[in-house]
């Protein structure tokens, strides 16, 4: 059975799910990946969602807020950055501070969950797709966490002990490329759509059928469509543009090996003192490139 074409998840990021009517996709997808049930309250502006970034600029994100008042950054990156990690701790920590104001109490701060799904391979895992990673504060000896005493105002609500995870940033990050199509449950479903652009009709997690109808190219209104084709082309080209600097540089690189392999064979030709008119007739080289090499 064919499957309707759905647009990016890029795209919808950046355009459809930012409509609160659409929120549902957004709660589905979180609830797989965080295996918990949650309820988005809305969307939240900050410097690293404004609406007038460029199509062709490579971030593209979302920061909502649950109905536990944690911040939910979500990320989509296409393309390879060398200090990755680095700006998720700054975009994090600059979150947390933003979202405190002036005399607050540090015990008003807010959880904070980044959420990146990359198109790009960040490291060496094994064999698997998503990764995890928080603060924790454990024994060196007993290697036990640490449990810390809530303040009374949450003890009395039950929730006397925390532990560095319930209070620290949260890390999730999705390598799409690494999953191998084996659909085994309700987060395999939302990265197949992740990775293909497409749901499969027996496809069963929460939300996703929603995210089929609401995705669906055909769906979309004769504005929507060909603002959708032109971020397209926009990507198309932003990816031949990666590939041909990626292509020159190894052109650049097959050309200086060459050069230094001349190099390398006229020093041995003169260690057995043979003529320079012979070592450039070999070599390629000059003669005057060769005598800098005396």
Known sequence: MNTRPLVSFDWAIKHLLRDKANFDILEGFLTALLRQELTILSLLESESNQEDRSDKFNCVDLLVENDQHELIIIEVQSNREIHYLERLLYGTSKLIVENLNLGDD???????????????????????????????????????????????????????????????????????????????????????LLKHSEVKPDFKAKHIQKAREKLAVMNMNPVERKAFERFMLNRMDERESIESAKEEGREEGREKGRDEEKFRMAQAMLAEKLDLALIAKITGLSIAEIQQLT
């Not at 969950?113 to 924790?136: A, H, M, P, R």
């Not at 995870?165 to 990050?173: G, M, Q, R, T, V």
């Open 106 to 192: 540090y015990h008003q701060i807010k959880k904070v969950i980044s959420v990146s799904i990359l198109y790009f391979l960040l490291g060496e895992g094994e064999n698997d797709y998503v990764f995890y990673g928080t603060t924790e504060f454990y024994g060196l000896n007993t290697h036990s966490h640490l449990k810390l005493k809530r303040h009374k105002k949450a003890a009395i609500l039950g929730l006397e002990w925390i532990t560095a995870k319930d209070l620290f940033p949260e890390y999730y990050l999705i390598e799409v490329e690494q999953f191998q199509d084996i659909i085994q449950t309700d987060l395999d479903e939302w990265i197949y």
